[in-house]
Nanobody, 121 residues
Framework: QVQLVESGGGLVQAGGSLRLSCAAS????????MGWFRRAPGKEREFVAA????????NYAGSVKGRFTISRDTSTSMVYLQMNSLKPEDTAVYYC??????????????WGQGTQVTVSS
C-alpha cells in the first residue's frame, strides 16, 4: 500500500512558477514508477509527466515539455513537479500517482487527493 499527499498548489500569474510536491509513504514506494496527472474544469484527466523508479525520466506531455520538470528523491520519498512559464491553460487539479508508469491513468494504482493550481492571465 502506498499513500500519496500532494502540496504546493496555489494561485500564480501567467509566466510564473510553482513547485508541486508529493509525499509518498509505504514500504514499497521505491518500487513504483511515479506520475503527475491533471484535470481541468470540464475536461478529462490528462497525463503530465512520469518518472521511473530509478529516477530516469519516462516522458512528458507535449503541452508541458520544456516548461515542467519531474524529479524524485527516493531517500526522502518525495516526488516533485517544477512548473515554469505557467499558462492559464495549465489551470487544473494536479494529482500524483504511483504504479507501473506510462501515459495511461489506468496504469497507476495509487493516487493522491490532488492540489489546485490556478494560473491567472
Amino acid at each position: 500500500q502506498v499513500q500519496l499527499v500532494e502540496s504546493g498548489g496555489g494561485l500564480v500569474q501567467a509566466g510564473g512558477s510553482l513547485r508541486l510536491s508529493c509525499a509518498a509513504s509505504g514500504r514499497t514506494y521505491s518500487n513504483y514508477h511515479m506520475g503527475w496527472f491533471r484535470r481541468a474544469p470540464g475536461k478529462e484527466r490528462e497525463f503530465v509527466a512520469a518518472i521511473r523508479w530509478d529516477g530516469r525520466i519516462l516522458n512528458y506531455a507535449g503541452s508541458v515539455k520544456g516548461r515542467f520538470t519531474i524529479s524524485r528523491d527516493t531517500s526522502t520519498s518525495m516526488v516533485y513537479l517544477q512548473m515554469n512559464s505557467l499558462k492559464p491553460e495549465d489551470t487544473a487539479v494536479y494529482y500524483c500517482a504511483a504504479g507501473s508508469g506510462g501515459y495511461m491513468a489506468s496504469s497507476y494504482d495509487y493516487w493522491g487527493q490532488g492540489t489546485q493550481v490556478t494560473v491567472s492571465s
